[in-house]
């Protein structure tokens, strides 16, 4: 038996060394990835994301209860930053979810984003996959504490839940972020504080300056300490569904996007490292004007 | 794409400070490690069915509260019913006598209180590099 068969047919175990080895490209990763394509596609994948301290890790507990509740296994991959100085990490999210650890059917695993930038990690795309594969019915993202532009979780989940708190900006940063446009459901959270309300009412007055009113996306308010508005997010989440179910066309459309993720990657170390002789003389005839950038540009694509 | 060292840091038992835990999370942070951290009260088979998820390389505790002995004990026993197999490291108000009769439970290396950074660092890098290499 290899990794995947094991992980499929439920060992837990295996399912915890395949991540590990897609995370750190490892001799087995090549060999997890192609056997895995033909056994994904049935998993709902639903992403949280969202400023740092809104409570997504807190939500996330809460929504897994009414998930399990119904029935239905869950995996959750938590993203945390990885220091850009030395590479390591703290991952936090999981001590928050912390209740969950006696039930079988609830599989977390921590990631560092390991200089990947965007909220994901560059694995992330395929945890998903083996996740998928492992049997989980739904599969939670959790995205690092997310500024303005880390929206690449969009393109990984159907549904993305767009985190928010009172305090943590106004909604003029609300209308600045890409990641209200993101957004398939919002959260308030931290409902039983006083200024939740005026929270709610200008996400909602954002939200139609932004999209022109053209898109409906509910806001719901709820406390992910006590669990208050915790079942209006799952029947908000379960509704949505309903109308968009995971397809088998979700599988290549996150194996592409890992590849962009490891491609780009790539070619960026390559040309930071500058080691490569071919690399330097692109960016001299760049520096020096003779070469454009779009072209240079497909000359570094070729050597990537 | 480079493997980097997995550490699950938790609290075990009743015991409630975690200043010391989290500056040790810091620490390792900073010399590259991914720390998984787990927070305060937990049981013995949360911290490895937690390690086991997570894949991890290794799981640190530290103790406050006098518990030591009695948590560790758990904890190996944990470890042997989920069949995990990684070095355990112990700190915290530990006394230099138990010292012996942890490591005799199994655990890798105690850290006193009072052990540099550095120390602590070296000494956890030692014991996984070793590791690595058998
Ligand atoms: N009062 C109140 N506090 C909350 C609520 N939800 C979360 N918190 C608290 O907010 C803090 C941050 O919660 P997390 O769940 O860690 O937030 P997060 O968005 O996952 O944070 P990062 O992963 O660091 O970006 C914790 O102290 C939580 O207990 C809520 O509904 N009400
Ligand atoms: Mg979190």
């Known amino acids: ?248 066309a979700d599988a290549p459309r996150r194996l592409r996007r890992m590849l962009a993720a490891l491609a780009a990657e790539n070619l960026k170390e390559k040309l930071l490292r500058g080691t490569n002789p071919e690399i330097d003389s692109i960016c001299d005839e760049v520096r020096g004007g003779r070469l454009g950038l779009a072209e240079a540009l497909r000359q570094l694509a070729r050597i990537a | 794409m480079t493997k980097r060292h997995r550490i699950v840091l938790a609290k075990m038992g009743l015991d409630c400070h975690d200043t010391g835990i989290v500056i040790v999370a810091q620490l390792l942070r900073d010399h590259g490690f991914e720390v998984i951290y787990l927070g305060l009260h937990n049981s013995a088979d949360a911290v490895v069915k937690a390690a086991l998820q997570e894949n991890a390389d290794a799981i640190g505790i530290s103790f406050l509260s006098g518990q030591h002995m009695t948590q560790v004990r758990l904890l190996i026993e944990a470890m042997a019913r989920q069949r995990m197999q990684v070095p355990v490291f112990c700190g915290g108000v530990v006394p230099r006598e138990d010292a012996a009769e942890l490591q005799k439970m199994g655990v890798a290396e105690v850290f006193f209180p009072g052990t540099l950074g550095p120390e602590v660092v070296a000494r956890v890098s030692g014991v996984l590099d070793r590791g690595r290499a058998a």
Do not use: C, W
Not at chain 1, 13 to 23: D, F, G, K, T
């Open chain 1, 1 to 248: 038996m290899n990794l995947v068969d094991d992980l499929t047919a439920g060992d837990r175990r295996a399912l915890a060394r395949a991540i590990s080895a897609v995370e750190d490209g490892g001799p087995e990763a090549a060999a997890v990835l192609a056997e895995l394509q033909s056994r994904v596609g049935k998993a709902a994948v639903i992403g949280f994301t969202g400023p740092p301290g809104a409570g997504k890790s807190t939500l996330i507990s809460a929504y897994i209860t009414h998930l399990r509740r119904a029935g239905r296994s869950v995996g959750v991959i938590a993203v945390d930053p990885s220091s850009p100085l030395t590479g390591g990490a703290v991952l936090g999210d999981r001590a928050r979810m912390a209740s969950h650890i006696d039930d079988d059917g609830v599989f977390i695993r921590s990631l560092a984003a390991r200089g990947h930038l965007g909220g994901l990690s560059a694995a992330a795309p395929f945890v998903v996959d083996l996740m998928d594969a492992a049997g989980f019915d739904v599969v939670i993202i959790e995205t690092v504490g997310t500024g303005q532009s880390e929206v690449e979780i969009a393109g990984l989940a159907g549904i993305t839940v767009v985190v928010f708190a009172p305090g943590l900006g106004d909604h003029l940063q609300a209308i600045k972020a890409g990641i209200m446009e993101i957004a398939t459901v919002l959260v308030v959270n931290k409902g039983d504080s006083p200024l939740a309300a005026a929270t709610a009412a200008h996400l909602y007055a954002a939200l139609h300056l932004n999209a022109g009113g053209h898109r409906e996306v509910p806001i719901v308010t709820t406390t992910a300490t006590t669990g208050d508005g915790v079942g209006d997010l799952a029947e908000t989440i379960a509704g949505l569904l309903s109308v968009r179910p995971p397809s088998p």
